[in-house]
Each structure stands twice: as C-alpha cells, then as structure tokens.
C-alpha cells in the first residue's frame, strides 16, 4: 500500500525541527531511520500530516564518549554499534553483542538507537539495554532540553514521555568499568522476527563475589524494564568458580534447574515470578513467556561471569575472580 498523502520538510538545525514540531503537534512525526514509520505509514496504521525528516540536521550524528558515558547522537545509526570498539570496555562489547539481534544488515545501516527508542516496541534490544543501565534519554523541545531516565521513560507499548512537541537529541549510555562482565542474550522465533524475550547483563564482580548487577528485560512486560528484585538477590552472593567452566557459562542449554540452589537460578526465578510482567501472545500463554524470561536470565547471568573472568586481570584485586 502506499502512504497517505503529507507534507514533507528537512530541516537544518534541531531549533528548526522543534519549530516545526511545536507548530504541527501530534499531526507532525519525526523521520529518522524510516525502518519503522514508512512501514507502519505504508500500512496507514500511522497518518503523519507533516513528515520532518532530520537526517540532514547537523550535529545528530555525534558518537563519542565523555563525562564517563558514551553519547549516541539521535542520528547514530544500528550499524555503529557492530563493533566493540565503539566503547570502552564492557559498554562496547555488550552494545556490539546487542545489535547483532536487531534485523539484519540494510536495516541496521539505516534504523537509529534513537528511533527504536522513540518507536518503543516492548520487543526492541535498545529498550532492553536503555532501561538495564538506566540510560539518559536526552528531550528537546522549543521550550528547552530536559533528561529523562530509560526507567522513566517507556510508559507502554509505542508511548514514552515525548512529547509530539519534542524530539530525542541524544542518550547517554554509562560506561562500564573493567570489573563488569557483559552478556545479552535473546530468543526468536524466526530468524528476522522480533525477540521473543531479550536479557541485557552487567554484573560487577570482586573476588567472587557480586557487588553490582543489571538486568534489562525486553517483551518481558508491556515495555522494556529492569529486574530489580533479581539484582537486589544477587548483591553479596559469592558466584564461585567451580561455574567457571565454559561448558556452562556459554552454554545455550541452560536452564534455571541446572543452577538450583546457585545464586543465578534463584535470580532468574525471581526476575520470572517477580520482576516480568509478560503478555500472553498468540504462540505463548504468559505462564510460558516467565519460562522464557528465567531460562534466558539464567543464561546471561552465566555468560556475564564469564566475561568477566574472561576479561579479568584489570582491577588488581586477588583469587580466581583476579
Ligand atoms: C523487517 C524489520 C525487522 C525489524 N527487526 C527489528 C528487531 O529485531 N529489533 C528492533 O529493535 N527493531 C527492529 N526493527 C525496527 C528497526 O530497528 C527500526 O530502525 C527502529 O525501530 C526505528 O528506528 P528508525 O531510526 O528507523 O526510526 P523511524 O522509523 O524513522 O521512526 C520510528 C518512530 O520514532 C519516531 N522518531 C524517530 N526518531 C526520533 C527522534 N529522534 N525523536 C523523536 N521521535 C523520533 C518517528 O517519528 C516514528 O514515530 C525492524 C524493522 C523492520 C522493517
């Protein structure tokens, strides 16, 4: 089908944007990547009168780390984040890790971090990743700029606290010191479909013993969340190593059950009783979709370890966890 007839502008700056925006108000919808818009415009689910494509406005393309975080500019495309070196550390490694689920090729060239964020599919990897580190969503509008935290922004599916008379500029993404280990960790069903459920990990490590840990949720609730009664479990639990071996840790046949009595199993329980809120889909009633959430946690806690021993021997801090 072929869209609705709109108007279409391009502007030069983010203030000739936000103008714009401020003007036409829910009638106007940004362009960015157009992996979603021109879909959903072409099946007329979305009737935008004005089309304010930004890809020419400078400046949004901006990548770069400073102030300890990794800046992503609102026209960044999926595609930058394929390499590890695009941060860091553990950051670029679990952001290279991420976008190798979303889609595939052209339309990783094209989609945004910050499109995926404003489109809010519970399903999306970003989303996963935004809420689990708690990134900063930066807002523009004519009025001025305001910062709202990944948790505080996704409402429901397709609604988050912009506003029609704004536009994301940027997100901020907290880097991550060599003391964390990284893992995500996803399930389709089809091979380019969306994730059935997606787990983003950051786990601090010393000696053994867990003293931070983050876990994002995708299309485990009716938008991206945080398993904070999981981490809460997982402060001060000592991991051991006799888990260390990589039969386990990078096993993709792990299931809650093989951990009973670990720390890890009874995480991914709790993010599975407690923490997910999933919806019943046409291929899952919701009692299923918990499943899916404990298995996959179980899996990235395991896989976050072993990142971290894999990439131990930076913080100086002694015994097998080094
Ligand atoms: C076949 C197919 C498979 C896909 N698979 C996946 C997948 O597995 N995982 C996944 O996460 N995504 C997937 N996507 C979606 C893809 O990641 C999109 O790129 C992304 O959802 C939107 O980014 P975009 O830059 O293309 O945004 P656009 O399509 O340009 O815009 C999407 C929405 O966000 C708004 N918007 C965009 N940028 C801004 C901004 N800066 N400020 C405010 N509003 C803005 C637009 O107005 C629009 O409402 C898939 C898409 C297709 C077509």
Redesign the pocket.
Known sequence: MKPAAFDYIVPGTVGEAVGALAEAGERA????????????MRCRR?LPELVVD?NRVQGLDRLRVEDGGLQVG?LVR?RAFESPRVAPGPLGRLLSRTVV????PP?RA???M???L??A?P????GAVAVGLDADIELRGRAGTRTVAAHDYFHGPHRTE?RPQ????SVRLPLLDDTVGVAFVEH?RTR????QVAVAVALTVLDGVITQAFIGLANAADRPVRAQVAELSLIGAEIGASLCGPALFGSAHFYPDSLDGHPFGHAARIAAEGDADPCARPYADVEYQRQVVAVLVGRALCQAASDRQAHAGHDGSAGEWR
């Open positions: 919808r940004i362009l960015a990547g157009g992996q979603s818009l021109i879909l959903e979305c930004i609102a999926h689920n979303i889609a595939h339309i094209l989609g945004t910050a499109g995926s404003a489109w599919h399903a999306a990897e970003w912009c704004e536009m994301i500029t389709r380019a479909g969306f994730a």
